[in-house]
């Protein structure tokens, strides 16, 4: 069949495999047929609720089967989803709510009375066991298409440089494009499965959701519960094979391997993106599990992904996060958007069929960030710096926000942060940019001495570039994509007296 829109991705692949194993979630399974018709079943509730084309539906839950069902169900709609973490603050939720003005929510019990108390409606689709029966007859599919390829199916809320969160409007041919990219260069594999710990709010995560479809791979859904001490055995139990991680995921794995006398889990690949995983992580991952391949990758939810690595490019090209996906360019530009040569530092600057439609309800943020070229053609411009070599491999430098000037010199958190995480001991770092009265402050997670880090750290960067301040603490505070949360670290050394 045709994949034209996104729930043509999974119909395809219950036509081929329907009894291939979708998705597991705690003791519950379900097959790629049985996922096509919870899904069916739940667009005929939603449809129920007077759910059509145009309109957006607001999930609020966790890690879920029901969750990944009701991607698919908005779809069959013509509908667009918008999957928010049931940990979303009342503040930033009253925000997403009254900027997606959402024709229904779904939410779990606890999640859905907040909603409830915001709105005064919620679609309560899980009952007291936390399972989500069947109450409406699967909605058949009568031939006719609900919407065009070029209709949005997703808003994904990202925070960044403005003071609310922001949605990306995602249109159903930018998602198949994106996933199909991806998978070409990813290659999982009908006989993987994939372990993600990620939630599905954070689209790294939910994307897994789409490649385990166009690979026929089986996706086990964690939890943030497993991206801790319960980690190794989780892996173990589900056979993973593909990891998808973050660096504190990474860093995590590495302390339970070093502590375990038992063989390491099966795993074959392990990618990463939403914060760049340093080399000395990358190696030492390798050394833990000899058959593993490392994948760096690099995106923004504005387009999902730019480039992805060849399996342990670290090796030959330390620092690069690979080539484009097919049929994407990226360029470093100047001030005035001109593209620079090869080896020069600049913004980077995006082409191709996964750059997404914009920023919902934001004409005036979305004229700023993405532009057209000379024949009229979307442009992403990223708010992020690096370069493109001769050969054209990618290298991340880090955002703007992330630059700062200390002592006449442009230094780079990611440059800081790196050179900190190949120090022995250290499991995360985080660098708080100068304010106020205060200098850079390095915080690290690790088993050492502030002192014995300044005195490593200066063995390895310029004295221009080293921190005025360090701090050493026993976790950093990470949000709920598991990345360290910059925000909530600052405010807690201000706690401490540290940060001003």
Known sequence: MTVTLLHDLLDRRADRTPDAPALTRADTTWTYGELRQHSRALAARLAGHGVGRGDRVLVLAPHAAETVAALFATSRLGASYCV??????????????????????????????????????????????????????????????????????????????????????????????ATAAIQDALHYRPDDRIHSCLPLSFDYGLYQVYLACASGAHLVLGDSSQAGPA?????????????????????????????????????????????????????????????????????????????????????????????????????????????????????????????????????????????????????????DRGWVDADGYLYFAGRDDDQYKQRGFRVSTVEVEAAALDIPGVHLAAVLPPAGTRGALLAVSADLSAAHLAKELGERLDPVKLPSAYEVLDELPLSVNGKVDKRALADLLRTRGTAA
């Open 231 to 383: 980690l190794l055995t989780a892996l173990r139990t589900s056979g993973a094979t593909v990891l998808p991680l973050v660096p504190s995921l990474a860093s995590n794995l590495l302390r339970l391997l070093s502590r375990s006398d038992s063989a390491p889990p099966p795993l074959r690949l392990v990618t990463n993106t939403g914060a760049a995983l340093p080399p000395a992580l990358s190696a030492q991952l390798r050394q833990a599990i000899p058959t593993l391949a490392v994948v760096p990758m690099y995106g923004l939810t504005e387009c999902k992904r730019v480039s992805i690595a060849e399996p342990d490019l670290d090796l030959t090209r330390p620092g690069s996060v690979g080539r484009p996906l097919r049929d994407t360019e990226v360029y470093a530009a100047d001030p005035d958007g001109r593209p620079l040569p090869p080896g020069q530092t600049g913004e980077l600057v995006v082409r191709g069929p996964h750059v997404m439609a914009g920023y919902w309800r934001a004409p005036e943020l979305t004229a700023a960030r993405f532009g057209r070229d000379a024949i009229g053609q979307p442009l992403l411009r990223t708010g």
């Open 84 to 177: 928010v973490s049931d940990q979303t603050r009342p503040y930033h939720l009253r925000h997403i709510l009254a900027d997606s003005e959402p024709a229904a929510v779904l939410a779990t019990g606890e999640a859905a009375a907040r909603v409830e108390g915001e709105t005064g409606r919620a679609v309560h689709w899980y009952d007291a066991d936390g399972q989500a029966p069947l109450d409406a007859a699967p909605r058949e599919d009568d031939g006719r298409a609900p919407c065009l390829s070029v209709d949005a199916v997703a808003l994904t809320y990202t925070s960044g440089s403005t003071a609310m969160p922001k949605a990306v409007v995602s249109t159903h041919r930018q998602v198949l494009f």
